[in-house]
Each structure stands twice: as C-alpha cells, then as structure tokens.
Nanobody, 121 residues
Framework: QVQLVESGGGLVQAGGSLRLSCAAS????????MGWFRQAPGKEREFVTT????????DYADSVKGRFTISRDNAKNTVYLQMNSLRPEDTAVYYC??????????????WGQGTQVTVSS
C-alpha cells in the first residue's frame, strides 16, 4: 500500500514556474514507477509525465515537453514536477500516481488527492 500526498500547487501568471511535490508513504516507493496526470474542468484525465523506478527513464506528453521536468528522490520517497513557462492551458488539478508506469492511467494503482494549478493570462 502506498499513500501519496501532492503539494506545491497554486496560482501563477503565464510564463511563471511552479514545483509540485508528491510525498509517498511506505518503504516500497522505489518499487514503483511514478507518473503525473492532470484533469481540467470538463476534460478527461491527461497524461503529463512518468519516471521509471530508478529515475533513469522519463517520458513526457508533447504538450509539456521542454517545459516540465519530472524527477524523484527515492531516499526521500518523493517525486517532483518542475513546471516552467506555464501557460493558461496548463490549468488543471494535477495528480501523482504510482504503478507500472507508462501513459495509460490504468497502469497506476495508487493516486494522490490532487493539487490545483491555475495559470492566469
């Protein structure tokens, strides 16, 4: 069992930056690939990025490639999402997830409660 708690969301102007954190409970954090997904009002949940168990492999949605960076610290049981050059269309609730990895949300077994990111124009 893994419990995930996101933090770091907020309101930022377009072009600004935010860093999201996701802290995991338990001693098995390094056993899971981690992912970030987002969901805007009226839209389906959308893949953002994922990182392998060791942190050696990452993948990004085209819409965030070059602007967002995922990283993890297995010693701290934490995964991060650095978001730069934010755009109004990045506005959403951001969720971290633990599981097998990949772009399909069905591959993730555990989810955080989400953190709101709002980008004003």
């Amino acid at each position: 069992q893994v419990q995930l708690v996101e933090s770091g969301g907020g309101l930022v102007q377009a072009g600004g930056s935010l860093r999201l954190s996701c802290a995991a409970s338990g001693r098995t954090f390094s056993s899971y690939a981690m992912g970030w997904f987002r969901q805007a009002p009226g839209k389906e949940r959308e893949f953002v990025t994922t990182i392998s168990r060791s942190g050696g492999s990452t993948d990004y949605a085209d819409s965030v490639k070059g602007r967002f960076t995922i990283s993890r610290d297995n010693a701290k049981n934490t995964v991060y999402l650095q978001m730069n050059s934010l755009r109004p269309e990045d506005t959403a609730v951001y969720y971290c997830a633990a599981g097998l990895g990949g772009k399909n949300y069905r591959s993730y077994n555990y989810w955080g409660q989400g953190t709101q990111v709002t980008v004003s124009s």
